[in-house]
């Protein structure tokens, strides 16, 4: 499994845009094919800040989502409202104190 962080820095003015928007896209993303969960988390000192936290069956479904027509269509759109180049990277779990089962 693969774990993918992408941190979003987003223009003031178009952080309340972008959620609206995240509420219409968010279960395409999180329904793709080797999409394992997505959550969207936002920083607490700074609101125009959020991440994507998803994991991945592996880094193809992860590419193959990052080429597709469901991206193509996010991206593009987001992107013009960004104050900062975001920041991404690709992870695996080497402990998870949440999992008690584990």
């Known amino acids: 499994m693969l774990i993918r962080i992408v ?3 987003f223009q003031e003015d178009k952080i309340d845009g972008f959620l609206e928007f995240f509420e219409t896209v968010k279960h395409k993303v999180n329904e793709f094919p080797g999409c394992l969960g997505m959550k969207l988390l936002r920083d607490l000192n ?6 994507t936290y998803s994991h991945w069956e592996n880094e ?3 590419a193959h989502y990052r080429t597709s ?3 193509g269509e ?4 987001i992107k ?3 104050s900062e180049k975001p920041e991404a990277w690709s992870v695996k779990e080497h402990f998870n104190g949440f999992d008690l089962n584990a």
């Open 7 to 9: 941190k979003l820095h």
């Open 46 to 51: 700074d609101p125009n800040i959020v991440m």
């Open 60 to 62: 193809r479904d992860l």
């Open 69 to 71: 027509e469901t991206f």
């Open 74 to 77: 996010i991206w593009p759109k």
């Open 80 to 82: 013009p409202w960004f």
